[in-house]
């Protein structure tokens, strides 16, 4: 089990920018590491993943990918998301999560077995 703990959430106004943090301890070097994000009523969203193979390879969500940005640290234990050219529509609760085993990206909900407690992000128009 890995823990993680969110930090950086904040508010926002639009064209803004925030960087997300994520310290984790536990199976850390191991395990692939994500970002998802979550508005009340809605599913949780994939935001963006990281995992450590011969350096770090990432995969953000398409329609993202040209304003956040992951990234981390396997000796420092540290997963970081930031995010530019805010919208009011990236207002959620945004979530730190790991994979469910060594052997396993993320890319849903379903791939991860560890979440943080989540740190919102609110935008202003």
């Known amino acids: 089990q890995v823990h993680l703990v969110e930090s950086g959430g904040g508010f926002v106004q639009a064209g803004g920018s925030l960087r997300l943090s994520c310290a984790a301890s536990?199976?850390?070097?191991?395990?692939?590491m994500a970002w998802f994000r979550q508005v009340p009523g809605k599913e949780r969203e994939f935001v963006a993943s990281?995992?450590?193979?011969?350096?770090?390879?990432?995969y953000c969500a398409p329609s993202l990918k040209r304003r956040f940005t992951i990234s981390g640290d396997n000796v420092k234990n540290m997963v970081y998301l930031q995010m530019s050219s805010l919208k009011p529509e990236d207002t959620a609760i945004y979530y730190c999560?790991?994979?469910?085993?060594?052997?396993?990206?993320?890319?849903?909900?379903?791939?991860?077995?560890?979440w943080g407690q989540g740190t919102q992000v609110t935008v202003s128009s």
């Open positions: 999560a790991a994979a469910r085993s060594p052997l396993v990206d993320v890319r849903g909900v379903e791939d991860a077995s560890s």
């Open positions: 990281i995992r450590w193979l011969n350096g770090a390879i990432t």
């Open positions: 536990g199976a850390f070097s191991r395990n692939a």
